[in-house]
């Protein structure tokens, strides 16, 4: 007879660390130029990149909920900011309460995924996440000094942060919080995620992590903003964001080395869209893009093509890059494949773990598929090399699609929907198959 503890020794401990608007190009190890990441570049070095992993979505909401309900935009609840949250069980059951379910200790530390707007400290609770620090609003994890937080159903107040300002830094205080949990259910299996909110605006970060950076960079400063934090040094301040990014990340994979359970945690590293202009911030500055066209809102590969590493000591081999083609609503099936369990059966995605562990057959995508209802509302698939975008659906369902080929044109410079009128008709079936109207979201029928 096997015993509990035995069974849960086979269940390895996972993590999924995500980062708010970071492009594919705000790494050293994907390219960038202007700073360092020393600790996510080990990672790398240590474990498996990615090239061609897409987020759930172009923004925010949409795109965790992807990650967290294993559904790309067309099918999952949640498909846009704003006041919608993730419904009750048996409705939107998250990877929280499917890990739960098979003896997982879960954790959810920064901003919660479960809703864009919640007025219910208890929500992810409800989702089931054992434990909960952090942002229950999107709007408030806006701020890095937070007034108020939410730990375990209960409001936490800090009388000395006002918002913009202050003295406890929300980053550090998660990264705190994430080793406690770590250290707390060491003997596993557990399953925290990670989530936090850098680089997404205000621009703001401690100084001990903005002015090594300071007159390094041609600088206008941001002033007058109605909502955002305004920063004297946009460019610095964005560099030192990014570098305490990474020493947060370096920070989880030490104290997983130091508790000696590194080899036996899954540890996942991924940005939630592509890279935002706004709160002082312009994603050219630094190439955030990369080599990929357009960013946050837009549907073109910088606004949904993003950088993920996975690591696991002695199990995902070392100083690997990997082309798979995979999404976050992969997550879900393969966080169940690694512990033992069934996926949901209305999944959309498919498990990457046999890429990770380099191990039996990896199922592939026939396509991916996103849906984005703002800004007139815009549509992509990506089938194979092929990608096609179509923009402003909400008021002409009919508009002609835009057609690239990425093997040959990952800046999607040319049109090509002229010269390939078959593709162009297959791609326009998948985005009626992939899209299924609630309540909430329609799709004009064309």
């Known amino acids: 007879m096997i015993s509990a503890k035995s069974e849960a020794?086979?269940?390895?401990?996972?993590?999924?660390?995500?980062?708010?608007?970071?492009?594919?190009?705000?790494?050293?190890?994907?390219?960038?130029?202007?700073?360092?990441?020393?600790?996510?570049?080990?990672?790398?070095?240590?474990?498996?990149?990615?090239t061609q992993h897409y987020a759930g979505c172009t923004v925010c909401a949409p795109s965790r909920a992807c990650l967290l309900s294993g559904q790309h935009t067309g099918h999952v609840h949640q498909r846009a900011n704003g006041p919608i949250e993730f419904r009750p069980d048996p409705q939107d059951i998250s990877i929280g309460r499917l890990l739960k379910n098979a003896g997982y200790h879960t954790a959810m530390i920064g901003k919660s995924g479960l809703a864009c707007n919640s007025q219910n400290g208890n929500h992810p609770a409800e989702k089931g996440f054992d434990h909960f620090f952090g942002y229950i609003s999107h709007g408030a994890a806006h701020r890095y000094y937070p007034q108020v937080l939410w730990r375990d159903g209960e409001k936490v107040q800090y009388p000395d942060n006002h918002g913009k300002e202050g003295k406890h830094y929300s980053t550090d205080m998660f990264v705190a919080d994430a080793k406690e949990y770590i250290k707390e259910h060491k003997d596993g299996p557990f399953f925290l995620h990670l989530s936090l909110q850098a680089p997404h605006a205000d621009l703001n970060v401690p100084a001990k992590w903005r002015d090594p950076f300071v007159g390094k960079f041609a600088e206008k400063p941001h002033t007058k903003d109605k909502h955002y934090r305004n920063e004297t040094h946009p460019k610095a301040t964005f560099a030192g964001m990014v570098t305490n990014l990474d020493d947060a990340v370096g920070q989880i994979l030490d104290e997983l080395k130091e508790l000696g359970i590194d080899d036996n945690t899954i540890?996942?590293?991924?940005?939630?869209?592509?890279?935002?202009?706004?709160?002082?911030?312009?994603?050219?500055?630094?190439?955030?893009?990369?080599?990929?066209?357009?960013?946050?809102?837009?549907?073109?590969?910088?606004?949904?093509?993003?950088?993920?590493?996975?690591?696991?000591?002695?199990?995902?081999?070392?100083?690997?890059?990997?082309d798979h083609v995979s999404a976050f609503w992969d997550f879900v099936p393969t966080a169940c494949e690694a512990a033992g369990i069934k996926p949901p059966a209305d999944t959309d995605g498919l498990s990457y773990l046999p890429t990770l562990y380099g191990k039996g057959e990896q199922p592939e995508h026939d396509y991916l598929y996103w849906e984005f209802h703002e800004r007139g509302g815009k549509q992509a698939v990506r089938q194979g090399d092929w990608k096609a975008v179509r923009l402003d659906f909400q008021s002409d369902p009919n508009r002609p699609l835009e057609l690239y080929n990425l093997a040959d044109d990952l800046a999607e410079t040319k049109n090509v929907a002229a010269e390939h009128p078959e593709v162009v008709a297959r791609m326009q079936e998948i985005m009626r198959e992939a899209h299924v109207d609630t309540e909430l979201f329609k799709i004009p029928a064309n």
């Open 267 to 322: 540890v996942m590293f991924a940005s939630d869209n592509g890279p935002m202009s706004e709160g002082g911030w312009d994603r050219n500055f630094f190439n955030s893009g990369g080599p990929l066209k357009g960013g946050k809102r837009d549907m073109y590969e910088g606004g949904v093509r993003v950088p993920m590493i996975a690591w696991q000591p002695g199990k995902i081999a070392a100083g690997e890059t990997s």
């Open 9 to 50: 020794a086979e269940q390895p401990n996972i993590i999924f660390i995500l980062a708010d608007d970071l492009g594919y190009g705000d790494l050293s190890c994907y390219g960038q130029k202007n700073f360092k990441t020393p600790n996510l570049d080990r990672m790398a070095n240590e474990g498996m990149r990615f």
